[in-house]
């Protein structure tokens, strides 16, 4: 089973940057993808980015392309997202997830295995 840990989440002020980590317990299971998904008070979970792991193609929701950027790392079992030019509009609690679907839909409801969430908060 695949655990997942979060972390790097905190408060910036808009135009700023953060990196979030995704720590794999078990990195090795064949799951298809790994992806970051949001989800903001009073509104549903998002999908904002995902990546392969095997040929590393990736996917990025039209509110974050251009400013985010997802990468793995399969020595250290992470998965990375860079977020930069941050909006208010990104506050959100940020989740990374596990699919073993193949095709690369970043869509929560395909995702299997959840971490706990980091909170990222953008405000001045």
């Known amino acids: 089973q695949v655990q997942l840990v979060e972390s790097g989440g905190g408060l910036v002020q808009p135009g700023g940057s953060l990196r979030l980590s995704c720590a794999a317990s078990?990195?090795?299971?064949?799951?298809?993808?790994i992806g970051w998904f949001r989800q903001a008070p009073g509104k549903e979970r998002e999908g904002v980015s995902c990546?392969?792991?095997?040929?590393?193609?990736?996917y990025y929701s039209d509110s974050v392309k251009g400013r985010f950027t997802i990468s793995r790392d399969n020595v250290q079992n992470t998965v990375y997202l860079q977020m930069n030019s941050l909006k208010p509009e990104d506050t959100a609690v940020y989740y990374c997830?596990?699919?073993?679907?193949?095709?690369?839909?970043?869509?929560?409801?395909?995702?299997?295995?959840w971490g706990q969430g980091t909170q990222v908060t953008v405000s001045s």
């Open positions: 997830a596990t699919t073993f679907i193949p095709g690369l839909k970043c869509s929560p409801i395909l995702y299997d295995y």
């Open positions: 990546i392969s792991k095997s040929d590393g193609s990736t």
């Open positions: 078990e990195f090795t299971l064949d799951y298809y993808a």
